[in-house]
Each structure stands twice: as structure tokens, then as C-alpha cells.
């Protein structure tokens, strides 16, 4: 579900955040038009509407913890994560984090990859977002679902800044519920 066919009246806040994107043509292969949120992050005023929009959202939810997905769900998770007053949880690439970890293989749309998180950082019940930057085929936050599911957690909802609708990422969530902020630029 995107932002303004959920009845955000704000549509000012979505533009700012909008074009607030920068867009990579050809990046990291050819073909993709990478949505690069780094230009989001230089511009302090785009970046706190995008974590209060995901604030608003979340904040009557008992979410009890924010999942972040390496690299770019870490960026808006902790700041959404203490607002909420939730703990945050990095989901990490392979071989990051010390200590015992339990891991999730996926497919990309331009390869193949995997999440980790620690053993103990969710207890069985506790209520999960699962916050990223970008959904395009879904394969990232449907290990990231996968991998906190198997430990008991109840994913609540996935949340990304940005979705790409043609690439119908949304199949591959177990019918769990997505929330993004806007579509990409071209």
C-alpha cells in the first residue's frame, strides 16, 4: 500500500521526500534506475519527514522491535525505533555480527545474497517492523520475514521509502502487509 492510497493528506510531505531521490540510471548493472536515498539523507528536512511519516504510522502499533535490513534500513529504523519506543534489530550481511547468529539465503533481482541476526535478539511474540529502503522483487524482506518467523516474531508490517509496483515485490511477503512512502523516479 502506498502512502497516498492510504489517505495520507500530506501529499507535501511525500513530494519533498519524492524529490528528494536522486536516480542512478544503469546502477548497479544496466537497465535499473537506482533510487539513490543518500541525497535523501543530505537534505535534514526530507529525511526527518520520511522517519515521521513511518512515526505516525507505527507509533499506536505496539511494535515492540524495528528489524532494519543492512544497509539502508538501518538508516531510518533506529531514529523510527526510538520514537516508537521499540528496541532495533540489524538484519546483516553474512559474517558482521559477532557472537551466535542465525542466517536467511535470498535472490535479488541482480543476484543472490543473505541475512543474519542474533540468536536472542527477537523473543517468540514480539511484534515486528521490518523497515528497508527500497522493495523492488521482495526477496530481501521475505527472508527478512523468513528469518524472524522462524524465531517466534510477529511480523506486523514491512515498510520501505520506496516501490517499484511493476516489480510486484509484494508476492513474494507471505500476504503481510507493506507500507511505502513513493514510487520511484524515472
Do not use: W
Not at 9 to 23: A, G, M, N
Not at 53 to 82: K, T
Amino acid at each position: 500500500m502506498y502512502a497516498t492510497k492510504n489517505g495520507l493528506q500530506e501529499e507535501q510531505r511525500l513530494k519533498i521526500i519524492t524529490d528528494s531521490i536522486r536516480v542512478i540510471p544503469h546502477f548497479p548493472k544496466p537497465g535499473i534506475m537506482f533510487q539513490d536515498i543518500t541525497t535523501l539523507l543530505l537534505d535534514h528536512k526530507a529525511f526527518k519527514l520520511t522517519v515521521d511519516v513511518f512515526v505516525d504510522r507505527y507509533r499506536n502499533m505496539n511494535i515492540s522491535a524495528v528489524a532494519g535490513v543492512e544497509a539502508r534500513g538501518f538508516m531510518f529504523g533506529p531514529p523510527i525505533a526510538l520514537a516508537i519506543g521499540a528496541k532495533f534489530i540489524p538484519l546483516r550481511k553474512p559474517r558482521k555480527l559477532p557472537g551466535e547468529v542465525i542466517s536467511e539465503a535470498y535472490v535479488l533481482e541482480y543476484g543472490a545474497d543473505c541475512l543474519e541476526m542474533h540468536v536472542g535478539a527477537v523473543h517468540p511474540g514480539e511484534r515486528v517492523l521490518v523497515i528497508d529502503d527500497i522493495v523492488a522483487t521482495g526477496g530481501t524482506l521475505s527472508a527478512a520475514i523468513r528469518l524472524l518467523e522462524r524465531v517466534g516474531a510477529e511480523v506486523v508490517e514491512c515498510a520501505c521509502v520506496v516501490g517499484i509496483p511493476e516489480l510486484k515485490g509484494t508476492g513474494k511477503l507471505n500476504g503481510k502487509p507493506l507500507y511505502v512512502l513513493v514510487e520511484p523516479r524515472q
